[in-house]
């Protein structure tokens, strides 16, 4: 089984970047697709960025397009989340989950079965 820890998470002014990293154990990640999610405080959790077991494919929620990246490292058994030109309303919890498949990512919640504990991002205005 694999285990997900997100690191990198932190405040930042709006405007500035932060890079997250979701590192895996337990198994390699080559076999996953990963998806970064977030949840605001009352919101429900949404997707935010995907991409499939290579990187070939990638996908974006609309409000992150053309502002964040997301890519891997199956060497290093990691997925990150680069985020640039940050808003306050990017404030949230982010996640990063895996879901074993040589398909495409999801931007389901219920399509992952493995799931990090989260970091927090704050942005301020």
């Known amino acids: 089984q694999v285990q997900l820890v997100e690191s990198g998470g932190g405040w930042v002014q709006a405007g500035g970047s932060l890079r997250l990293s979701c590192a895996a154990s337990?198994?390699?990640?080559?076999?996953?697709?990963m998806g970064w999610f977030r949840q605001a405080p009352g919101k429900e959790r949404e997707f935010v960025a995907g991409?499939?077991?290579?990187?070939?494919?990638?996908g974006y929620a609309g409000s992150v397009k053309r502002r964040f990246t997301v890519s891997r490292d199956n060497d290093k058994n990691t997925v990150a989340l680069q985020m640039n030109s940050l808003k306050p309303e990017d404030t949230a919890v982010y996640y990063c989950?895996?879901?074993?498949?040589?398909?495409?990512?999801?931007?389901?919640?219920?399509?992952?079965?493995?799931w990090g504990q989260g970091t927090q991002v704050t942005v301020s205005s």
């Open positions: 337990g198994r390699t990640l080559r076999n996953y697709a």
């Open positions: 989950a895996a879901r074993e498949t040589s398909g495409n990512y999801y931007d389901r919640v219920d399509s992952y079965d493995i």
């Open positions: 991409i499939n077991w290579s990187g070939g494919s990638t």
